[in-house]
């Protein structure tokens, strides 16, 4: 059974960094690509970060380019989200995402996905 846990959150001040880890079992996330979203109290899902199957293309959200950096592992089976500069904003639920379709492109699309951890909570303070 393919599952996704993500870890790294907490409560961080404004201008700090944090790094969020996502670890895949049951199988290989090699040949996937995978995705960060987040979601703010009483706000929708949204896209944040997304590596290709090879991690040789990323694309991340206006809103945190230049700050957060994608990266994967497959032979660790990880995908991490390095977070810098972090700003009050970003408070959000940090889920990580398997697009479930072999040697796929990147997907910036929440619906793309197939495959989700349960979240971690990042809370950054003014």
């Known amino acids: 059974q393919l599952r996704l846990v993500e870890s790294g959150g907490g409560l961080v001040e404004a201008g700090g960094s944090l790094r969020l880890s996502c670890v895949v079992s049951g199988r290989t996330l090699n040949g996937y690509a995978m995705g960060w979203f987040r979601q703010a109290p009483g706000k929708e899902r949204e896209f944040v970060a997304g590596i290709s199957w090879s991690g040789g293309s990323t694309y991340y959200s206006d809103s945190v380019k230049d700050r957060i950096t994608i990266s994967r592992d497959n032979a660790k089976n990880t995908v991490d989200l390095q977070m810098n500069s972090l700003k009050p904003e970003d408070t959000a639920v940090y889920y990580c995402?398997?697009?479930?379709?072999?040697?796929?492109?990147?997907?910036?699309?929440?619906?793309?996905?197939?495959?989700w951890g349960q979240g971690t909570q990042v809370t950054v303070s003014s």
């Open positions: 995402a398997l697009r479930d379709v072999l040697y796929s492109r990147l997907s910036t699309a929440l619906g793309e996905y197939d495959y």
